[in-house]
């Protein structure tokens, strides 16, 4: 077992440290996820109930491999989710992911997404709802190699504080070492639109259940492709509820 | 019933703190569609919103009473349980909600205030079903998210498929008739008389033009200008005011 990593490493840097030591000693090796190639994948992760969780995964996808990742991220005290997923030439990576998260949850995606030959794409999309003094981060790295011309990949990470005391760190990064390739961030943090509410009242809704469903919306988009996503909708559902109450 | 549904007394109310409505008073009956006219900028707009108790439209003097209740004690919400619908002149964009369910939520939040029951899934899409048909509207359509990618007149056209299953007891409808073409002016105004024409309800009807008069016919037409009526008449006040225009007529 390695040491307990410090917040002065960069995929750290907002973790809640003692959280992840009392949990050090027994954390699984990160899941090791092989697609091969050609082949088509999709997961959904749920957050397992656990007041402390980190999932962690070392994913490759052979050339022409397509991954689809779902994931809610929701641990009462600590949720972390940490991903290192290489792409082979002509890969497909899709990671779609929620922080939800109250009172003094710390929630927390780190992503290496490393475009290692050419022609791999990868989309992520993290939209976080953070209320009471939760704090919600997205790390998310897009490493590409030298040779890896073509690469495409998208970050887009927007975030919903409802409260004062709620924060929300986005990193996007890049390291491009290829020169024909395409990338693109954006990060938004905001509140709920006062159009949007207003309206939503003067058709009936009282202002929790019209913030309830505004949310609803901002979050239930993550995973309009994924199949059979009912419980991933209803655990998230369950989730707002939680931050609206 | 009551003689005065809706009963606007000496109205003042001011937007991001500037005044705007400026001693406002109108009267609008049960069984009654009343039009209002008036040059841009008058606060045709403001009227609306204030009725519908939006934030930041603060009342400074003078009362709104709804069947006899104090309309401006009530929460955005609470004016729709009572029975209040606003039309909007820019109806808003919810991404990420169908407005199956946007109406559907609304429908029944409505109802359990009243007391009334919640219809089921089934009973809400047969309603939904069928008021889109009366509206020519495809009902497809209510599966995507709420207002987003519709058209000026398709926006418009919404607004009143979520009038008729809602079937509110008054309405304000600001500009329900611009972006509208030809054929969809005349299914609206139809809509407007077949949803909101009875002795026991209500509508206030802000237009620009004579057209929606003509299949709309209002028991009363009046003028705001610069935050007040400045002259009240007829179904003839809408045609004379088409042909001399404001500053003419209200003079
Ligand atoms: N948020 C705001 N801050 C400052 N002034 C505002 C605000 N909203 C509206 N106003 C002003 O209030 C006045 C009345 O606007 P309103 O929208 O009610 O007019 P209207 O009669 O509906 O006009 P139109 O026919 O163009 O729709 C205008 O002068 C407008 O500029
Ligand atoms: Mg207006």
Redesign the interface.
């Given at each position: 077992m390695t040491a307990l990593p410090t917040r002065k490493l960069e995929a750290f840097r907002y973790a809640d440290i003692d959280a992840l030591s009392s949990v050090w000693e027994q954390l699984a090796a990160p899941r090791s996820i092989q697609i091969a190639a050609h082949k088509k994948v999709q997961q959904i992760w749920l957050p397992n109930g656990n007041d402390i969780e980190v999932r962690r995964a070392e994913i490759t996808l052979e050339a022409g491999a397509e991954m689809s990742l779902f994931a809610l991220n929701n641990a009462r005290d600590y949720g972390r989710i940490e991903l290192d997923v290489t792409l082979r030439e002509g890969s497909h990576f899709t990671f779609n992911a929620a922080n939800i998260g109250a009172g003094e949850s710390n929630l927390e995606i780190v992503t290496t997404v490393r475009h290692d030959a050419p022609s791999a794409v990868s989309r992520q999309v993290v939209r976080s709802v953070l209320g009471g003094k939760a704090v919600g981060s997205y790390l998310g790295k897009v490493a590409v190699a030298r040779d890896a011309q073509q690469s495409d990949g998208e970050q887009s990470v927007k975030a919903m504080l409802l409260d004062r005391g709620a924060t929300a760190n986005c990193k996007p990064e890049l390291e491009i070492y290829a020169d024909d390739v395409k990338c693109a961030h954006g990060a938004t943090v905001g509140e709920l639109d006062?159009?949007?509410l207003?309206?939503?009242?003067?058709?009936?809704?009282?202002?929790a259940?019209?913030k309830a469903?505004?949310l609803?919306?901002?979050?239930?988009?993550l995973w309009d492709d994924a199949e059979g996503s009912d419980a991933i909708c209803e655990a998230a559902r369950a989730a707002l509820k939680v931050v609206t109450a | 019933m009551n003689e005065r549904m809706l009963s606007i007394k000496h109205l003042h109310a001011t937007v991001a703190g500037k005044p705007i409505i400026d001693g406002l008073t109108l009267s609008v009956p049960a069984g009654e569609v009343h039009a209002i006219m008036g040059p841009n900028g008058a606060g045709k707009s403001t009227l609306a919103y204030v009725l519908g108790g939006r934030p930041g439209y603060e009342v400074t003097e003078g009362s709104v009473t709804f069947d006899g209740r104090d309309l401006l004690a009530l929460e955005p919400h609470e004016r729709a349980a009572a029975g209040l619908f606003l039309g909007f002149q820019y109806p808003v964009e919810i991404p990420g909600v169908s407005s199956l369910q946007f109406i559907r939520e609304s429908l029944n939040t409505q109802r359990r205030a009243r007391g009334e029951a919640e219809l089921s899934g089934a009973e809400f899409i047969k309603l939904a079903r069928a008021e889109a048909a009366e509206l020519g509207m495809d009902a497809e359509m209510l599966k995507r998210p709420v207002n987003v990618g519709f058209s000026g007149g398709e926006k418009k056209r919404a607004e009143m498929v979520q009038m008729g299953i809602m079937r509110p007891r008054f309405a304000v409808l600001d500009e329900t008739d611009s972006g509208l073409d030809i054929d969809a002016l005349r299914t609206v105004g139809r809509e407007i008389n077949r949803i909101m024409r009875a002795p026991d309800k209500g509508v206030l009807l802000i237009t620009h033009y004579q057209r929606l008069l003509d299949y709309v016919q209002p028991d009363k037409v009046h003028v705001l200008s610069t935050g007040k009526i400045v002259r009240s008449g007829g179904p003839e006040l809408a045609l004379e005011l088409e042909r001399e225009g404001y500053a003419e007529a209200a003079a």
């Amino acid at each position: 077992m390695t040491a307990l990593p410090t917040r002065k490493l960069e995929a750290f840097r907002y973790a809640d440290i003692d959280a992840l030591s009392s949990v050090w000693e027994q954390l699984a090796a990160p899941r090791s996820i092989q697609i091969a190639a050609h082949k088509k994948v999709q997961q959904i992760w749920l957050p397992n109930g656990n007041d402390i969780e980190v999932r962690r995964a070392e994913i490759t996808l052979e050339a022409g491999a397509e991954m689809s990742l779902f994931a809610l991220n929701n641990a009462r005290d600590y949720g972390r989710i940490e991903l290192d997923v290489t792409l082979r030439e002509g890969s497909h990576f899709t990671f779609n992911a929620a922080n939800i998260g109250a009172g003094e949850s710390n929630l927390e995606i780190v992503t290496t997404v490393r475009h290692d030959a050419p022609s791999a794409v990868s989309r992520q999309v993290v939209r976080s709802v953070l209320g009471g003094k939760a704090v919600g981060s997205y790390l998310g790295k897009v490493a590409v190699a030298r040779d890896a011309q073509q690469s495409d990949g998208e970050q887009s990470v927007k975030a919903m504080l409802l409260d004062r005391g709620a924060t929300a760190n986005c990193k996007p990064e890049l390291e491009i070492y290829a020169d024909d390739v395409k990338c693109a961030h954006g990060a938004t943090v905001g509140e709920l639109d006062p159009n949007q509410l207003f309206y939503a009242m003067s058709r009936g809704l009282d202002p929790a259940s019209a913030k309830a469903l505004l949310l609803e919306g901002f979050v239930m988009g993550l995973w309009d492709d994924a199949e059979g996503s009912d419980a991933i909708c209803e655990a998230a559902r369950a989730a707002l509820k939680v931050v609206t109450a | 019933m009551n003689e005065r549904m809706l009963s606007i007394k000496h109205l003042h109310a001011t937007v991001a703190g500037k005044p705007i409505i400026d001693g406002l008073t109108l009267s609008v009956p049960a069984g009654e569609v009343h039009a209002i006219m008036g040059p841009n900028g008058a606060g045709k707009s403001t009227l609306a919103y204030v009725l519908g108790g939006r934030p930041g439209y603060e009342v400074t003097e003078g009362s709104v009473t709804f069947d006899g209740r104090d309309l401006l004690a009530l929460e955005p919400h609470e004016r729709a349980a009572a029975g209040l619908f606003l039309g909007f002149q820019y109806p808003v964009e919810i991404p990420g909600v169908s407005s199956l369910q946007f109406i559907r939520e609304s429908l029944n939040t409505q109802r359990r205030a009243r007391g009334e029951a919640e219809l089921s899934g089934a009973e809400f899409i047969k309603l939904a079903r069928a008021e889109a048909a009366e509206l020519g509207m495809d009902a497809e359509m209510l599966k995507r998210p709420v207002n987003v990618g519709f058209s000026g007149g398709e926006k418009k056209r919404a607004e009143m498929v979520q009038m008729g299953i809602m079937r509110p007891r008054f309405a304000v409808l600001d500009e329900t008739d611009s972006g509208l073409d030809i054929d969809a002016l005349r299914t609206v105004g139809r809509e407007i008389n077949r949803i909101m024409r009875a002795p026991d309800k209500g509508v206030l009807l802000i237009t620009h033009y004579q057209r929606l008069l003509d299949y709309v016919q209002p028991d009363k037409v009046h003028v705001l200008s610069t935050g007040k009526i400045v002259r009240s008449g007829g179904p003839e006040l809408a045609l004379e005011l088409e042909r001399e225009g404001y500053a003419e007529a209200a003079a």
